[in-house]
């Protein structure tokens, strides 16, 4: 079971592998992909700016992990492409397979996927959690696309992922352990996440009307639905990383899973990703610490109990692990 890190700059690297990172994913907007279809465009699932800003900073990035036997992952995860995009998609691929050392492509589109193994079959796929991997029937199609590893949804739950190993054979499984979550169904959403999503956004009035137009909800539904409402808000409020904050100790808050290291390694989940390219160096930095700390300790043959006390321990925020809206898998 190892800690996949994300990676926002080849600067980060030593920082990162230095405090307990053991697998890179980023992504990149090449200048010709910006100047062919506008920065608006999905390369990558994140705002162009998320992602490093050259070829060459990408191989200078690669050089700096594998120094330290550290692989790393390319994200080319928007939720589709057309099909004049692909002779771009597929250049970009060749080169960073064959010259930068890329070790995987994380893809979410079946098409691009079939046509990466055309082009490029000694590239390694690691499945998106954006392509719905979520049960053992999408588990079949992709070791039928010759997938290497499969990233979860974040909606696949604990009970779900025995199955799914089993399923699953010698293909890698990847799942979520810290920071940034989705308000619905990552698999089926077409939100961007570079200018603040809608369904992120709760800071809005309503009225309701009935189907001929007339207000009519008495006062009881209006303090009913003005709870639902609230709810919804603080639902979204840890989502969104508890508005984006750092807890006083320093750590970030957010969607988490550490209460479920043991958990995942007893299943044999391969890899425990955090969120979280575009984050600043030091939330990274603070992020696989804290995994890292317990991941030790379960290698190191901790109990369940004991893993599941000193998770809550270490992530310090009593209050916000009773609420349970902040656990990945509850």
């Not at 060459?56 to 992952?73: D, M, N, Q, T």
């Not at 989705?182 to 089926?188: G, L, T």
């Not at 700390?293 to 925020?317: F, M, T």
Request: one cysteine or more.
């Amino acid at each position: 079971m190892k800690i996949l890190a994300p990676l926002g700059s080849a600067d980060e690297v030593e920082m990162l592998a230095e405090n307990g990172a053991e697998e890179f994913y980023c992504g990149i907007t090449p200048l010709e992909w910006i100047n062919k279809y506008s920065s608006g465009v999905w390369i990558n699932r994140r705002n162009p700016f998320a992602g490093l800003p050259s070829f060459k900073e990408l191989k200078r990035a690669v050089s700096l992990s594998h120094s330290y036997g550290i692989p790393v992952f390319l994200t080319l995860n928007a939720p589709y492409y057309v099909e004049e995009q692909y002779p771009m998609l597929l250049d970009l691929v060749t080169h960073c397979n064959n010259d930068i050392g890329i070790n995987a492509f994380i893809v979410s589109d079946i098409g691009l996927m079939k046509a990466i193994k055309h082009h490029c079959p000694d590239a390694a796929i690691h499945v998106s959690s954006l392509a719905a991997p979520i049960n053992t029937g999408s588990i079949a199609l992709y070791k039928e696309l010759q997938a290497e590893r499969i990233v979860l949804s974040r909606s696949v739950q604990l009970q779900e992922m025995p199955a799914l190993r089993k399923a699953a054979g010698d293909i890698e499984l990847e799942v979520f352990i810290l920071n940034d979550g989705c308000v619905y169904e990552e698999s089926f959403c077409m939100t961007t996440h570079s200018a603040g999503a809608f369904c992120s956004q709760t800071q809005w009035d309503f009225n309701l009307f009935s189907s001929d137009g007339n207000k009519k909800i008495s006062d009881a539904e209006k303090v009913k639905l003005q709870e639902q409402i609230q709810d919804y808000r603080e639902f979204v409020w840890f989502v969104n990383d508890c508005g984006c904050q750092i807890a006083q100790d320093g750590l970030p808050l957010g969607p988490c899973g550490l209460c479920d290291i043991w958990k995942l390694h007893q299943i044999g989940v391969d890899s425990l990703k955090i969120v979280g390219r575009e984050g600043a160096p030091y939330r990274k930095l603070a992020s696989v610490q804290l995994v890292k700390a317990l991941v030790d300790q379960v290698r190191a043959k901790l109990g369940e109990s004991e893993a599941v006390q000193e998770a809550r321990r270490l992530r310090n925020q009593p209050q916000f692990c009773e609420s349970g809206l902040m656990c990945y898998y509850r």
